[in-house]
Nanobody, 115 residues
Framework: QVQLVESGGGLVQPGGSLRLSCAAS????????MGWYRQAPGKERDLVAS???????NYADSVKGRFTISRDNAKNTVYLQMNSLKPEDTAVYYC?????????WGQGTQVTVSS
């Protein structure tokens, strides 16, 4: 089993920034992908960004140039730096851990972008 603990969500004005963190614990495999997904009300859960243990990243087109994903393998932690936030970024953000055998999800953290 893998446990994921997310932090860093909240309310921010348009144009502002937030940093999300997700710490993984438990049966951590050396080869894995960690990422962030988001789900707005009435919509599907979509990929925001992911990063493999060797550093390969992938971003949704809607966040390229504004969001940056990074990770600290020693701490089994992934970060999502979100800049230039827009109201359409409002969603519940979920951390995902994928060890190529199973996928684990965090509980989610709310991000609200509003003036």
């Amino acid at each position: 089993q893998v446990q994921l603990v997310e932090s860093g969500g909240g309310l921010v004005q348009p144009g502002g920034s937030l940093r999300l963190s997700c710490a993984a614990s438990g049966s951590i495999f050396s080869n894995n992908i960690m990422g962030w997904y988001r789900q707005a009300p009435g919509k599907e859960r979509d990929l925001v960004a992911s990063i493999a243990n060797r550093g390969t990243t992938n971003y949704a087109d809607s966040v390229k140039g504004r969001f940056t994903i990074s990770r600290d393998n020693a701490k089994n932690t992934v970060y999502l730096q979100m800049n230039s936030l827009k109201p359409e970024d409002t969603a519940v953000y979920y951390c995902q851990y994928n060890n190529y055998f199973r996928i684990f999800w965090g509980q989610g953290t709310q991000v609200t972008v509003s003036s």
